[in-house]
């Protein structure tokens, strides 16, 4: 069962959204608290709070999609590079096969 949050966003099919909430309440939890047992002021303490959820959650938002794009980037040159190892392994074109004089004059 899905849970949308905000209304749009489906927190359990989307990369990076689940962990990006946690971390972002985690954060807001900590500065909220942390700024009132220092200041001892509520409403100051849970606006603190409200803004360090929006940047922790946006924050590690972008850096979790930065690399989960590097990664698919990484897999689709692993994947291009193994298709082409099969596909030119054993022919002449492929750049581990180290041609001999003999194999020169021939071909």
Known sequence: ?????????????????????????????????????????????????????????LGYWFYCRYNLAQQRIRQRMLKEGMKNRILFEGSYLDPE???TGSERSNS
Do not use: W
Not at 16 to 35: I, N, T
């Open 1 to 57: 069962q899905s849970f949308k949050l905000f209304g749009f966003l489906d927190v359990k099919n989307t990369p990076c959204a689940r962990e990006s909430v946690l971390y972002g309440s985690l954060g807001a939890l900590v500065m909220g608290l942390g700024h009132f047992l220092a200041t001892s002021r509520v409403k100051r303490s849970c606006d603190v709070a409200v803004g360090s959820y929006i940047c922790t959650m």
């Open 97 to 99: 096969k180290k041609q």
